[in-house]
């Protein structure tokens, strides 16, 4: 018969404990997301529910939802006025040849990836974490997804175009791993169209998973993206189930 110490008694208990955190880490996950130019985090936070309305997977508690505020900037677009942005537009309609915003652009991408190391450091994976934005918060969001240095869960854009494209000539490492759902309007007299394929052209090239959707609208969201777009992200983050 084997006689158990007090101090192995504790060993099996610390190991069953760090087994039961690991499995509940498993199962957490993280999604962020950009409002668009003007417009703040309460303009998307109900995005949750939406989803989960067309997906009962993402009503879990385990997932955690994160709308980060852009800061309120000067846009030149409108003469100049401030207002909440994630970067300066200098062309309207935003058409394939609008210039960027560099220092702006790359200072929105730090912003997610701060979002993104909170995410880790309350024990969710890389891989379970989903960031995404709608028009300007989109365009970060590419940006941001495909150059980290990690497989995210997947990335997101509606409405959205990817700026600073000249960067995404080369291999884009670990990043090339994560899926991308992008929605457009046809119709999107804010953000062209032709965006869409230009995006999804380059960064199909590259490697990268692209799942994309045009819809008869404008510049905003379609409730049969929305349906989509619920089925990806549940697929992302729950594939087994």
């Keep these: 018969m084997r006689i158990h110490t007090a101090r192995t008694y504790l060993s099996i208990l610390a190991s069953a404990a760090a087994s039961t955190c690991s499995a509940a880490d498993k199962m957490k996950a993280g999604v962020v997301f950009l409002h668009g130019l003007g417009d703040t985090p309460a303009g998307w936070s ?52 609008a210039k960027d915003d560099r220092a702006r652009v790359l200072q929105g991408v730090e912003a ?77 007299d804010k953000v062209l169209f032709p965006h869409q394929k230009i995006g999804v052209d380059l960064l199909t090239q590259r490697g990268v998973a692209v799942d994309a959707s045009q819809y008869a609208m404008g510049h905003g969201a379609h409730p049969d993206e929305m349906a989509k777009l619920a089925k990806f992200v549940g697929d992302v983050l729950f594939p087994e189930s």
């Excluded at 900037?73 to 040849?97: E, H, K, R, V």
């Excluded at 365009?139 to 600073?164: E, P, Q």
Aim: charged content about 20%; hydrophobic content about 45%.
């Design 46 to 97: 109900d995005l949750k529910h939406q989803l989960a309305r067309f997906d009962a997977r993402l009503k879990s508690p385990e997932i955690e939802w994160t709308f980060p505020a852009a800061p309120t900037i000067p846009i030149t677009i409108n003469g100049g006025a401030t207002m909440p942005g994630w970067f300066d537009l200098f062309d309207w309609p935003i058409g394939p040849d």
């Design 112 to 188: 997610v990836k701060t979002q993104i190391a909170k995410l880790e450091a309350r024990g969710v994976a890389p891989d379970r974490i989903v960031v995404g934005g709608f028009s300007q918060g989109g365009a970060i969001a590419l940006n941001a997804a495909y150059r980290h240095d990690k497989k995210l869960g997947a990335c997101v854009a509606l409405s959205g175009w990817l700026t600073l494209k000249e960067d995404f000539s080369g291999d884009l490492g670990a990043a090339k791993g994560t899926p991308l759902f992008w929605g457009h309007g046809v119709h999107d």
